[in-house]
């Protein structure tokens, strides 16, 4: 907010308002913009403010009055039908979030401001496609903005529009010969597009600049046809973060994914008092803890992606949650504290689980259970397979040697559909290891 004087007496009276909403002074806030309604009763800013105020005090049915009613006011006001859609994404309404965001683009085409917002949106609905159309649109009108360039070049890369992408890449690279970032993109682009010859030129520069960066070296890996043993940090984090919103959504109405309820029902089975400590790995935004209700111990959460959690941590069933790599999760957890480990559709993207499976038995109580899905690696095959869909594949006869030598005697492993994959069932397995008592 700038501390510059307005000439118009509403604009000064909302400013306070947003200050005070920003300080956490949400009912003296309230009361000042009730006095503001009063005398403006109009004015769809008001409103816009009501909706910032309903969602600062976690009111989201009262945010979206306010933000509806400043667009019936001003229908043609493209800031309010902005502001409307994006509050509608945060709220998962992504249908009609894009509705209004369409109307706001064609309410005012030129406007960048509205345009990199319903970007936003659009990523957040998955809508790849779309955003790409507004983020041409937008660098055709800010071409000298290399964020939203690049930007265009991901999305272009992750449609598969490696053509277009590159030639994105080359132009931020030739503006700006130290953007990592691009050359990063750029070096996807040709791996990708299976020209792994200049993919690897590029990661070397990248590596000669930072020769530790994981994502570097992951990549390297790749390109030069080995199997890397995991998914760096940062691959993950780019992974999951952006799709945070929509998740839900996505896995459960659209791809089918059940397995959360399938286990929550397991665990309910075997521990019918709900008297259990459970630490859920990759908990995402958390539809175990969801399918499982409130339990009578400890359920915590842990997720490299802040942004997953975040939504997780809306249910109010976790007690807390570690922002760390489930690998040191459990390499430096003690001895004994867990009843139920649960990795649900997570070992997929942590490949070689030499280590956590020795490690989840030992954190486990006696009698405890470690419950992991895993993607089917054809058994003729290498242990581990990293699939071009970025997903790890584990070879059943492999996790099961693991579990054995790790000393879960007591074991079964069924095969299951995870999910729909490109409207095809996809394969995996469901690991139930018990400790010994
Ligand atoms: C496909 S989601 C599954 C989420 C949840 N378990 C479920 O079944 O809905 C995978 C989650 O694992 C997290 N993840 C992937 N690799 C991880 C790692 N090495 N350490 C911690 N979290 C990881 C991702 O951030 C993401 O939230």
């Known amino acids: 907010m700038t501390s510059t004087t307005s000439p118009d007496p509403i604009a000064r009276r909302l400013q306070t308002v947003q200050h005070l909403i920003t300080s956490g002074k949400l009912s003296e806030a309230a009361e000042r913009l009730n006095g503001v309604a009063k005398t403006a009763p109009k004015d769809p800013r008001v409103y816009l403010l009501g909706m910032r105020l309903g969602e600062a005090a976690g009111n989201p049915q009262r945010a979206e009055e306010a933000a509806r009613r400043a667009v019936e006011l001003e229908p043609t006001w493209p800031v309010a039908v902005t502001e409307y859609a994006a509050l509608l994404a945060r709220q998962g309404r992504f249908d009609e979030a894009l509705q209004h965001g369409r109307r706001a683009v064609a309410l005012d085409p030129n406007n960048p401001q509205v345009l990199a917002r319903m970007v936003d949106v659009a990523h957040d609905a998955l809508q790849i496609d779309l955003a790409t159309q ?12 290399s964020g939203m360039k690049l930007l265009l070049a991901t999305d272009l890369r992750r449609t598969g529009r490696h053509d277009e992408a590159l030639t994105r890449y080359d132009e931020l690279i030739a503006a700006e010969p130290g953007n990592n970032a691009a050359l990063l993109g750029r ?8 020209d792994d010859k200049a993919a690897l030129a590029d990661c070397a520069t990248l590596l000669d600049r930072e020769p530790q960066n994981e994502e570097y070296k992951f990549l390297r890996a790749l ?10 940090a940062a691959v993950v984090k780019q992974l999951f973060d952006p799709v945070a919103y929509s998740f839900d959504d996505h896995m459960v109405r659209g791809l089918r994914y059940r397995l959360p309820k399938q286990v929550a029902g397991l665990i309910q089975g075997k521990y019918p008092d709900l008297k259990l400590n459970v630490l859920d790995l990759g908990c995402g935004t958390g539809l175990l803890g969801v399918c499982l209700g409130r339990i009578q111990g400890a359920l915590v959460g842990v997720d490299l992606s802040e942004a997953m959690t975040a939504q997780a941590a809306g249910h109010k069933v976790y007690d807390r949650f570690h922002h760390v790599n489930v690998l040191d999760a459990l390499a430096e957890t ?49 242990q581990l397979v990293l699939q071009p869909t970025g997903r790890y594949a584990h070879k059943r006869s492999h996790v099961e040697a693991l579990c054995r030598s790790a000393g879960f005697a007591d074991l079964s492993i ?4 995870l999910r729909l994959e490109q409207g095809q069932r996809l394969q995996g397995f ?5 400790k010994a008592s």
């Open 134 to 145: 507004w983020l041409q649109q937008l660098v055709n009108l800010v071409p000298q903005n």
């Open 430 to 434: 469901l690991v139930v290891a018990r």
């Open 187 to 194: 070096a996807q682009a040709w791996h990708a597009k299976g």
């Open 223 to 232: 390109a030069s046809g080995e199997t890397p043993p995991s998914q760096p």
């Open 414 to 417: 069924e095969d299951c559909d």
């Open 334 to 382: 003690p001895a004994a504290i867990y009843d139920v480990i649960a990795a649900l559709d997570v070992f997929i993207y942590v490949g070689d689980l030499t280590a956590a499976i020795p490690d989840a038995h030992r954190i486990l109580v006696p009698g405890g259970h470690l419950i992991f899905s895993c993607e089917t690696a054809a058994e003729d095959g290498p």
